[in-house]
């Protein structure tokens, strides 16, 4: 990490290419960040996911979540919404607040996942409880509503308070 910061990006991508082939998840993860952002001689988005996957696959919660990310958006190449949430559930289930939301989300929109109120609320409350604000407005929303949840005024107060003291305003 030293060379990179330091912009030796040659010496810290040979360093990295070593420990990835040692097995090293996190060489893996930066390996393939430097190739998306063009640190790299031939950079290239397809050795990136290929990166991405090998340190998500070892169980990297933060490879999961740029995998996700990439597939969603078509970094990589074609988008692929079904692997992306799939990416992303286990991602969340490992307890990343972004995956939650992003799950959640995908639940509650019905892409890339079958629309499920339920999952959606499941999702929201986890990330919800794991600080987000957004997740925070949002749980207390369905709440509210009952929407994917029994609805429960309680709780629905709980949570628009708990996003209040974190800055966010019903707008």
């Given at each position: 990490?030293?060379?990179?910061?330091?912009?030796?990006?040659?010496?810290?991508?040979?360093?990295?290419?070593?420990?990835?082939?040692?097995?090293?998840?996190?060489?893996?993860?930066?390996?393939?960040?430097?190739?998306?952002?063009?640190?790299?001689?031939?950079?290239?988005?397809?050795?990136?996911?290929?990166?991405?996957?090998?340190?998500?696959?070892?169980?990297?919660?933060?490879?999961?979540?740029?995998?996700?990310?990439?597939?969603?958006?078509?970094?990589?190449?074609?988008?692929?919404?079904?692997?992306?949430?799939?990416?992303?559930?286990?991602?969340?289930?490992?307890?990343?607040?972004?995956?939650?939301?992003?799950?959640?989300?995908?639940?509650?929109?019905?892409?890339?996942?079958?629309?499920?109120?339920?999952?959606?609320?499941?999702?929201?409350?986890?990330?919800?409880?794991?600080?987000?604000?957004?997740?925070?407005?949002?749980?207390?929303?369905?709440?509210?509503?009952?929407?994917?949840?029994?609805?429960?005024?309680?709780?629905?107060?709980?949570?628009?308070?708990?996003?209040?003291?974190?800055?966010?305003?019903d707008g």
């Amino acid at each position: 990490m030293r060379l990179y910061t330091q912009g030796r990006f040659a010496a810290a991508g040979r360093v990295f290419e070593r420990l990835a082939r040692q097995g090293l998840p996190a060489a893996s993860h930066n390996l393939a960040v430097m190739h998306l952002r063009r640190e790299l001689p031939q950079a290239s988005p397809r050795r990136a996911e290929a990166l991405f996957r090998r340190a998500a696959e070892a169980g990297f919660v933060t490879a999961q979540f740029a995998l996700a990310q990439g597939l969603e958006t078509g970094q990589f190449g074609p988008r692929d919404l079904v692997q992306a949430h799939d990416w992303y559930e286990r991602a969340a289930q490992a307890g990343s607040v972004p995956a939650q939301v992003a799950i959640a989300t995908a639940y509650y929109l019905g892409r890339g996942r079958a629309h499920d109120a339920g999952r959606a609320a499941h999702w929201y409350r986890q990330a919800a409880q794991g600080g987000d604000e957004g997740a925070m407005y949002l749980i207390a929303s369905m709440y509210e509503q009952g929407d994917g949840v029994p609805q429960d005024q309680r709780l629905a107060r709980h949570w628009y308070s708990e996003a209040a003291r974190q800055g966010v305003v019903d707008g």
